[in-house]
């Protein structure tokens, strides 16, 4: 998928769906940083999703086109508009794409990228990669790791 125009002027939310784990992400596109970045079990983002909209209007959620975002979309059609992207290969640029956000320390530098863990749960990594393709172009992250 190209991006195109937004459904709609505003903050945009990122979510990579999971079954026991969800990746957040706020961002307002225009000013191209994260404003949120969460791995939250998937009710709580389901909260946090209804809370972002309550109190700033979100222009659209982004969420991958995988076996999984069935459920989240059609729970989240009748909120707020929904937009699928391509998540192939996410995972594996979220991991790469960590250490960049999150350059390594001590004797994990040592390591080949290739060879390097997160030592956390990185799906907002991927929610981010998924808005990123969505609005073609890297956001910055000023928010702390998680």
């Known amino acids: 998928m190209s991006p195109g125009p ?3 002027p505003g ?6 769906p999971g079954r ?3 990746g957040l992400v706020l961002t307002d596109p225009a ?6 970045a969460l ?5 709580a983002a389901w909260e946090r999703l209804e809370r972002w909209h309550r109190h700033q209007a979100l222009a659209a959620v982004v969420i991958g086109d995988g076996t999984g ?3 989240w979309r059609r729970r989240l059609e009748p909120l707020l508009p929904v937009e699928l992207v391509d998540e192939r290969g996410t995972t594996l640029a979220a ?3 960590y250490w960049e956000l999150f350059p390594a320390r ?4 040592l390591l080949p990228l290739g060879l390097r863990q997160p030592p956390r749960d990185y799906d907002d990594v991927v929610a981010q990669l998924l808005l990123e393709r969505r609005l073609g172009r890297e956001l910055l992250r000023t928010t702390p790791a998680p």
Not at 11 to 16: C, F, H, N, T, V
Request: charged share 35%; aromatic share 4%.
């Open 39 to 43: 791995v939250l079990p998937p009710e």
């Open 106 to 109: 001590d004797w994990r530098r």
């Open 20 to 22: 026991s784990k969800c």
């Open 6 to 8: 937004l459904a709609a």
């Open 69 to 71: 975002s069935g459920p």
């Open 31 to 36: 000013c191209l940083q994260i404003r949120e």
């Open 11 to 16: 903050p945009l939310a990122g979510l990579d």
């Open 95 to 97: 991991r790469r794409r």
